[in-house]
Nanobody, 123 residues
Framework: VQLAESGGGLVQAGGSLRLSCAAS????????MSWVRQAPGEGLEWVSS????????TYADSVKGRFTISRDNAKNTLYLQMSSLKPEDTAVYYC?????????????????WGQGTQVTVSS
């Protein structure tokens, strides 16, 4: 599976961005996908995950109510709509394939990662 993110950029606080992640290769093996971010000097932080069949989604508390994860299975594309952005949302955002559907996403493991896309939110 190959994953390629796009859509990052520079935005002012309060603004919006939509990230995309195009999947190719053995996409039939995908059943869930996630967004994970890494702020400067920080570790990886899970953001959101979605069940690709049901569309059921879950979010980190830090983004709940502001971010929306979605997918277009026909296009093998994952999205992250980000609104009401804050400077603390500044990070490299990765799409990743989780090994399982987790009850505690802070402990998730991932099989595949994209190259990441930079999101910078200015104050």
């Amino acid at each position: 599976v190959q994953l390629a993110e796009s859509g990052g950029g520079l935005v002012q606080a309060g603004g919006s961005l939509r990230l995309s992640c195009a999947a190719s290769g053995r996409t039939f093996s995908l059943y869930a996908m996630s967004w994970v971010r890494q702020a400067p000097g920080e570790g990886l932080e899970w953001v959101s995950s979605i069940n690709l069949s049901s569309g059921s989604a879950t979010y980190a508390d830090s983004v709940k109510g502001r971010f929306t994860i979605s997918r277009d299975n026909a296009k093998n594309t994952l999205y992250l709509q980000m609104s009401s952005l804050k400077p603390e949302d500044t990070a490299v955002y990765y799409c990743a394939k989780p090994r399982f559907w987790y009850s505690n996403w802070r402990r998730a493991d991932y099989d595949y990662w994209g190259q990441g896309t930079q999101v910078t939110v200015s104050s």
